[in-house]
């Protein structure tokens, strides 16, 4: 089963947690605190590697995340920071956030990486808390907790030159005999499953990369047969080869329908330069229906039109030498995500992180927000001081005010991200 649109997991790691500690030697009775800070959590990154050409190692393992910062140590000793995950996917990888469907990047060139999950900062120690009126501070911080997404990979092959038709018009014998590619042939239609990629070398100075996108079928447009699976393939190819088949009744029915199917689907589509094949001239009813053909291609204005038989490899390098040539002359395509003028904006609300809502519920109270979840989670509940700590950032965000407002009283339960706590005036 081919793989070109999945969705994964991704978490960065952990910052590590800061350190309550003080500086205890032998002559130094009041060494003061030397609590060392958390290492920080490690990042998620997806990288190009070309070598690569689909998702299906992703079938497997769908969750990943990042390894965690290590705690702080004694004597201002910062713990070690995690290693950075790096997950690699294939050239024409593109990124969506799966929260609100929004595209995150575009995945292009070899080597290319981009950050999806940050890791958690390390925690302060409690040599950070020190102070003129403080100078033995029972206060530090838990690691931070990291980024947590849940994104979807979407693959569009890069290739310079499309070969598209009916099932069974003979695209992967084609793809076979011009290239080091061995898709799967068989005399039925949609032998082919996934797109394949070959590389052409016509002579030294000229390389294409051909890809050969399964069978096209009336209402591919609207995901029918293989349509929206592989349609999104031909989007980023600059050059397309129409292969029609020469046992088809009506090859230029063939012809109209996958144009009118690639129109509905992109309509930029139907500017691409097209090279319009018959194939399987070996045979002889076929070679008697090609000046009928190649007469109504030409009064419908395509004056690229060839006739060649790919089993036989009859008729193939002049077709493949107006390819390279309609390239050089195509525009080059632009892996940027642009709003166009045309549409209306989309304006999407960003949230703040200082933002909360409080909510009453059979257990008690349940405040929920992203800063203060993240408090809660950095906080040492075992210390008075940390507690302490908590208890100001809750003044500092309104949090308090907000609450007695809301009618909370003494004894109530607090639910905070995991933390189940008492309220105390």
Not at 159 to 176: E, F, Q, R, Y
Not at 389 to 406: C, P, S, Y
Request: glycine share 12%; proline share 5%; net charge negative.
């Amino acid at each position: 089963m081919y793989f070109d649109e999945i969705e994964i997991e991704v978490m960065g790691g952990k910052g590590g947690d800061g350190v309550i500690q003080f500086r205890r030697e032998k002559y130094v009775p009041r060494g003061g605190p030397d609590g060392g800070d958390g290492g920080h959590g490690g990042s998620i990154l997806l990288e190009v590697d070309q070598h690569k050409n689909t998702l299906s190692e992703f079938r497997n393992k769908k969750q990943f995340q990042a390894q965690n910062g290590a705690r702080g140590k004694g004597k201002n000793q910062t713990g070690a920071s995690g290693d950075d995950l790096v997950i690699k996917v294939p050239p024409g990888t593109l990124v969506f956030d799966e929260s609100d469907g929004s595209l995150m990047g575009d995945l292009v060139d070899q080597g290319q990486q981009f950050l999806v999950c940050k890791g958690g900062r390390g925690g302060r120690g409690n040599a950070r808390f020190k102070t003129s009126k403080n100078k033995a501070p029972r206060i530090a911080e838990k690691g931070e907790p990291p980024e947590e997404k849940k994104i979807r990979l979407e693959l569009k092959l890069i290739a310079d030159i499309g070969i598209i038709g009916v099932p069974n018009a003979g695209k992967s014998t084609m793809l076979s005999v011009v290239s080091n590619a061995k898709p799967k042939i068989a005399p039925y239609p949609f032998t082919t499953l996934q797109p394949n990629l070959g590389v052409v070398e016509l002579d030294n100075d000229v390389q294409l990369i051909l890809a050969d996108i399964p069978g096209l079928i009336e209402g591919a447009h609207r995901g029918e047969g293989l349509g929206h699976d592989f349609l999104r393939h031909i989007q980023r190819t600059r050059v397309l080869i129409h292969l029609l088949d020469g046992l088809s009744e009506e090859p230029i029915i063939d012809f109209a329908q996958i144009n009118s199917e690639l129109a509905l689907f992109d309509p930029a589509l139907g500017d691409k330069p097209q090279i319009v094949v018959l194939n399987k001239m070996d045979l002889p009813d076929v070679e008697k229906k090609w000046p009928q053909v190649k007469s109504q291609l030409l009064e419908k204005g395509y004056q690229d039109v060839f006739s060649i038989s790919a089993i036989a490899q009859q008729g193939i390098k002049p077709v493949l030498y107006r390819a390279a040539q309609l390239l050089e002359e195509a525009p080059v395509y632009e892996y940027k995500t642009e709003v166009d003028e045309n549409e209306l904006p989309v304006y999407r609300f960003e949230k703040d992180p200082q933002n909360y809502v409080i909510l009453k519920t059979d257990r008690g109270w349940r405040i929920s927000g992203e800063a203060i979840e993240r408090a809660a989670a950095m906080t040492y509940w075992e210390h008075f001081q940390s507690i302490r700590r908590f208890h100001r950032i809750l003044e500092a965000m309104g949090v308090d005010e907000a609450m007695k407002e809301a009618g909370v009283v003494k004894g109530d339960i607090v639910l905070i991200g995991d933390h189940e706590l008492m309220w105390e005036e």
